[in-house]
Structures are given as C-alpha cells and as structure tokens.
C-alpha cells in the first residue's frame, strides 16, 4: 500500500467518522444554487479533509463538492458525503469519497460509508478491497437473474434514460435506486451487477471509477467510453455490453 492510499484511508475515515456526529440528528438543511442539499456535516467533513491534505501535501491541488478548487491534471478529488439526500433523510447509504488523480485519471481511490463501518479502497495495479478482503465484482452474464440500479428515477427521466432502464428492468431479476457511490461500491463487490447513472459530477466518480475497475469490472460513459465524463455506468463487464445496448435502442 503506498503512503498515498493509506493517507486517503485515514483522511476517508476521519471525515467519515465526523459526519457522524450530525447523522440522525435533525441537523440543519440548506439548499445550494443547483438545488441540492448541503449541510455542516459536508462542509466539516469536506475541511477536515482539506486540512488533512495541506498537512501532509501542502503542494498538492485539490477539487472538492462543497470548496471548489482545481482544474489541475494532478490533484485530490474529494466529495465529503456522496448522498447528501440519503444522509438527511436518516438513511445509512452514503459515502465519504477521496480519490488522488494524475494526469487526470485516478491513481488511488476510497470510498468509505461511515454509517456501515465499510470501507472500499483500491490503487492502480494493486486491486481493489473492501474492509481489507479483495472485492471482485460479480460473474453473472446474463440479464435475466441479474440486479441493476440507477442514481434516480427523476433523473433517468430527466436526462432521457428512463426507457433504457425500463428495458433493464423487464428482464432482470430486480432493479433498484440507491445512493451513487452505494450502488457502485455493490458492483464493486459483486452484490449487483450495474449501476447507471445518468449524469455526475468529477467528485461522484472519481474514486468509485477506479474500485470498479480495479475489482475487474467496467466503469465508461452511455457512448461506452472510459474516460471521466458527466454520465456513468459501472458493472461486472460481462453484461456491460447489453447495458449499453438497451440505451442505445
């Protein structure tokens, strides 16, 4: 494990374990100039996080949800609580996420989703992990018995994926909608077999992409693309091409 992933472990878990302190309490909601909530658990998370990072790298760029910051081809990409709307209605099915780019693509990734006391970590060549045992995604290859999610039904119909997804949904053994980083982590571990999710944010995916990956699956944009994009499906690779083609019909 390099020094790097094993900072973003205890940076993760940190952030992490703060957000707990306001989970299930009714704290405070605000809503951001995009609609979305926010709240001091995803500010405190995200500058501890920040702080962590100018201690041990003060050199190092960084983009995070809640700060802004860095367009820079290397830097740490933070989102503080993937699920904020999970987070606030009491759900435990989000995730604090830290990722470390080079040139662009991430090198170093972890997911931690403090409320299960799971965590996903995975570096390039290296695998991927969860609470220290390899993760592999699934080796289903047919749609029929298989399980798919998505970010959100308003959001698939929003962004014109909704019938793709109804497609998934007549043949497959369930589909659900969970939290964006919970659904990827479940592909990264084998317990479903996509999740799609119709339009990201650098933050959303940055780490997730590359545990997917590293567990032996397929993370790529609707046009089957690999590099980082506004859209994102993830799976165990087998059914990847069959996802694709149903939101292409």
């Not at 209605?89 to 989703?113: H, K, N, Q, W």
């Amino acid at each position: 494990m390099s020094p790097r992933l094993a900072f973003a472990i205890e940076a993760a878990y940190r952030a992490g374990r703060l957000t707990l302190q306001y989970f299930q309490t009714g704290a405070e909601v605000e809503t951001k100039s995009d609609q979305t909530p926010v709240t001091a658990a995803d500010r405190g998370a995200e500058r501890l996080i920040r702080e962590l990072i100018a201690q041990h790298y003060p050199e190092d760029a960084i983009l995070g949800e809640e700060e802004g910051g860095s367009g820079a081809p290397d830097r740490w990409v933070i989102d503080p609580i993937d699920g904020t709307k999970s987070f606030v209605s009491g759900v435990p099915l989000y995730a604090t996420l830290v990722s470390y780019e080079v040139a662009g693509e991430p090198v170093v990734g972890v997911c931690y989703f403090p409320a299960l006391d799971e965590m996903l970590y995975a570096e390039v060549g290296q695998g991927a992990f969860c609470n220290g045992r390899p993760a592999r995604v699934s080796t289903k290859s047919e749609v029929g018995g298989s399980v798919f999610s998505c970010g959100g039904l308003n959001s698939m119909k929003k962004h014109g994926r909704l019938k793709g997804f109804e497609k998934l949904s007549d043949e497959a053994l369930a589909t659900r909608s969970w939290s964006d980083a919970y659904g990827h982590a479940l592909v990264a571990t084998g317990r479903i077999e996509a999740m799609v999710d119709p339009i990201v944010n650098a933050w959303d995916i940055s780490a997730v992409s590359l545990i997917v990956r590293e567990a032996g699956g397929t993370f790529t944009d609707f046009a089957g693309r690999e590099a980082l994009s506004n859209e994102a499906i993830s799976s165990n690779g087998l059914l990847h091409g069959k996802v694709l083609e149903v939101f292409r019909g």
